[in-house]
C-alpha cells in the first residue's frame, strides 16, 4: 500500500502592480464569489486603507 503524497505548496498571490484595481477586483470577486471587502482588501492591497478598495466596489456595482 502507498501512502499519498502531500500537494505541493501554492505560492503566495501576489497581484500585478500593472492592472487597475477596479479589473482585478472583478477578477477576485468571480474567483471567490463570497468575498468580503476586507477579504479582497487582505488579497489585493493588504496595505492599502479599506476605502481603497470599497470604492471601486460601489462603482462596479452601479453599473
Given at each position: 500500500?502507498?501512502?499519498?503524497?502531500?500537494?505541493?505548496?501554492?505560492?503566495?498571490?501576489?497581484?500585478?502592480?500593472?492592472?487597475?484595481?477596479?479589473?482585478?477586483?472583478?477578477?477576485?470577486?468571480?474567483?471567490?464569489?463570497?468575498?468580503?471587502?476586507?477579504?479582497?482588501?487582505?488579497l489585493?492591497?493588504?496595505?492599502?486603507?479599506?476605502?481603497?478598495?470599497n470604492?471601486?466596489?460601489?462603482?462596479e456595482?452601479?453599473?
Open positions: 500500500m502507498t501512502t499519498a503524497q502531500p500537494a505541493p505548496a501554492l505560492p503566495a498571490h501576489v497581484p500585478s502592480p500593472v492592472e487597475p484595481l477596479p479589473n482585478q477586483l472583478l477578477t477576485a470577486r468571480g474567483q471567490h464569489r463570497m468575498a468580503t471587502t476586507g477579504q479582497l482588501q487582505a489585493l492591497r493588504p496595505t492599502a486603507r479599506r476605502q481603497t478598495v470604492t471601486p466596489l460601489g462603482t456595482a452601479d453599473r
